[in-house]
């Protein structure tokens, strides 16, 4: 089998493919402690793209409560199951991947989901872990959940494109986008047992497998895909990410990737070096974190907890348009996003402008209801 250097777990593994990267990689970075959890994203994405017939389960978008919700049921607890119990060397993943520790008839490492797993996709929202006591504070509290934000990760190294038998999923070179081509697809699900985020789904009515498309018409237009522009609490930043050797520090994912190193992948040791990023949440305990986010979880917070100039700025840039940012600046007083074509998009202050209105409304001659 071949093998690939896979950054994330800073080390070559095996893969089924050779190495083939694309001109330029669709990333989104998820601010996991601005998230309110309200389902807007996995609302807007349902309206786009799965409204029809056979697609009743198909969320592929969803936001769940950790750690005990997960869609579908357990998707992750049963792969880490599987997978056993693994380490890391400092930087360095000394464990098993997903493409190493495979069973001799497969060629990933997976599960296929029950259909009761399937059948509740909130399971668990708002349940959160741990002790109640009076007061609790930061770092970490006692008694805890989040939000976590999945879509597909348009993987790398896909585990879905590795383990289908008739070559019916590809990565776009353009944009690294991972599709399925429904007219080779037989619906043979190998790739639904492959999938270790579970984020490639059987229709049943067509017998073919569908999964998030990454809104690639709209990004071929440099718009934002439905899931990021709708989010309410402006927790995403989507973008163009580059391999860290060719990291470009004005690029606002690669500067919250490889250069401030605040926004980290989930669960890189399966192995498929996935493209979706996570500033993770101040207050959880810091192993369940280490064990999503992987061994970089306390410098990222660390970073995040004591931002400097150009990180505040740019997590002010997060859900301010709807046009992709590709090159952002922090001015003195302000962040500016720009577009492809270098043209200003948006110009956010640092500092929000606070008006305090007087307890006596002169023009109307009236005291306003909020005098004390
Ligand atoms: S998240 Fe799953 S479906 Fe998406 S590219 Fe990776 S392996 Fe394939
Ligand atoms: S990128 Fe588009 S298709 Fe993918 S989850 Fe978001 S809204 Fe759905
Ligand atoms: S729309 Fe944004 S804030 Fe609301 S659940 Fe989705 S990611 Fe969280």
Known sequence: MPKVFNWHINREMEYPYEESRPDKQFAIIFNINRCIGCQTCTMACRNTWTFSPGQEYMWWNNVETKPYGGYPHNWDVKLLEKLGPQTWDGNTYAGETIFEKVPNDKRVLGHLPTEEDWAHPNIYEDTPAGDFVESTE???????????QRTCNHCTYPGCLAACPR????????????LVDQSRCRGYRECVEACPYKKAMYRPTTRVTEKCIACYPRNDLDLGSRCVVACVGKIRMQGWLHSPDKSDPTNPIDYLVHESKVALPLYPQFGTEPNLYYIPPRWAPRDFLEQLFGPHVKKALAKYTDPDKKLFGLLRLFGTTETIISR???QDEVAIGFDRADRELVRVPLEEPM??????????????????
């Open 328 to 330: 952002f600046e922090v």
């Open 167 to 178: 070559k019916a999923i590809y990565k776009r070179k353009s944009d690294g986008v991972v």
């Open 138 to 148: 930061l770092p970490e509290n006692s008694l805890w959940m989040f939000y976590l």
């Open 355 to 372: 008006y305090i209105r007087s307890e006596y409304d002169q023009r109307h001659d009236v005291a306003r209801l909020n005098e004390p």
